[in-house]
């Protein structure tokens, strides 16, 4: 079965305190994996797409590295609105846009 | 260029009535996949429709429908509500149906008394 787990489920950091989140994937065929950001009552907030291991995409803080088992999600000195609900998805090599999304890693940035 | 918007934005429905949700896609995309995301299932895949065909849908109960019209928008349905229908409903949109990066709207709240 096609699976996308993310861990941790909740950080916690002081500003300028640098992480990773992971995203690990087991599914049959990948054409792409994305990477979303969701804050409290909106819709989910494209940063990235990733398609083969060893690629890597920065944005600000962010960097997203990918290999053929899982991502990273690196944030650098964070800030407090960083602060969000960061998504991993894969979209399978079925031809559809089905993604199929991890449960999340919830990130609180205090001051 | 505007994004998807999504209407209405909050709903209070009873159990067993209908519900029709509509998503206006971003100009000029093609394609408009629905989710519902729910604290303990996350976001899961309803359907997708492409040039007013559905090209693939999740595992749902036939219950839940959706349509898509000329113009690209799209509606989705609910029929005979229950208490677990209660979700925030997302519609995201591509410009092609395959290698495309989708992007969500803002959601419809429902909350199923």
């Known amino acids: 079965e096609d699976q996308v787990t993310q861990s941790p489920e909740a950080l916690r950091l002081q500003e300028g305190e640098s992480s990773s989140l992971n995203c690990s994937y087991t599914?049959?065929?990948?054409?792409?994996l994305f990477w979303y950001r969701q804050d409290p009552g909106k819709g989910p907030e494209f940063l990235f797409t990733?398609?083969?291991a060893g690629e890597e995409k920065e944005k600000e803080r962010l960097k997203a590295t990918l290999t053929k088992k899982e991502s990273f999600l690196h944030i650098t000195a964070p800030k407090p609105e960083d602060s969000a609900t960061y998504l991993c998805?894969?979209?399978?090599?079925?031809?559809?846009?089905?993604?199929?999304f991890g449960t999340g890693t919830r990130l609180l940035v205090s001051p | 260029k505007a994004g998807v918007t999504q209407t209405p934005r909050y709903l209070i429905k009873t159990r067993g009535q209908q519900v029709t949700l509509s998503c206006s896609p971003i100009s000029g995309h093609r394609s408009v996949s629905w989710y519902q995301q729910t604290p303990g299932q996350g976001l899961q895949f309803l359907f997708e429709?492409?040039?007013?065909?559905?090209?693939n849908k999740g595992n749902f109960p036939g219950r839940f429908s959706g349509r898509q019209f000329s113009n690209s928008r799209s509606e989705m349905n609910v029929s005979t509500l229950e208490l677990g229908d209660s979700a925030l409903y997302l519609c995201a949109s591509s410009f092609l149906s395959v290698e495309e990066t989708q992007y969500f709207g803002p959601g419809t709240r429902l909350l199923v008394l």
């Open positions: 429709y492409f040039s007013e065909t559905q090209r």
């Open positions: 990733l398609y083969s």
């Open positions: 599914v049959s065929g990948l054409r792409g």
């Open positions: 998805a894969v979209r399978l090599n079925t031809g559809f846009q089905k993604l199929v």
